[in-house]
């Protein structure tokens, strides 16, 4: 039974850091395209950044340099680094998991994915 578990999320101030966790047990990250997504209120769900099965990472343009995605094999957990945080970072963030070892083109679309775990609040204020 594959879950996938976030944790993390929070207040944050304006510049301030954050780091967001996705535990996984009944997958094994090393095999799977694994993503970070987010969605505010009335908004689509949005690809923050994508990880390929060998580390080889995607971002979105609004979190180029702010944001880093990574794996850890030997705990199993897929991590979201988020630095200089803005207002516009509060969301929702979610984990993601798709069969296949690269992600793709496509990594940003939600279609790719076959797991997805509850969410996380991180609120930039």
């Known amino acids: 039974h594959v879950q996938l578990v976030e944790s993390g999320g929070g207040m944050v101030q304006a510049g301030g850091s954050a780091r967001l966790s996705c535990a996984a047990p009944?997958?094994?990250?090393?095999?799977?395209?694994m993503a970070w997504f987010r969605q505010t209120p009335g908004k689509e769900r949005e690809g923050v950044a994508g990880i390929d099965f060998d580390g080889s990472a995607s971002y979105a343009d609004s979190v180029k340099g702010r944001f880093t995605i990574r794996k850890d094999n030997d705990t199993n957990t897929l991590y979201l680094q988020m630095n200089s945080l803005k207002a516009e970072d509060s969301a929702v963030y979610y984990c993601?998991?798709?069969?296949?070892?690269?992600?793709?083109?496509?990594?940003?679309?939600?279609?790719?994915?076959?797991?997805w775990g509850q969410g996380t609040q991180v609120t930039v204020s």
């Open positions: 993601a998991a798709a069969w296949g070892l690269r992600c793709g083109r496509n990594w940003h679309q939600q279609s790719r994915y076959n797991y």
């Open positions: 009944g997958l094994t990250v090393s095999t799977y395209c």
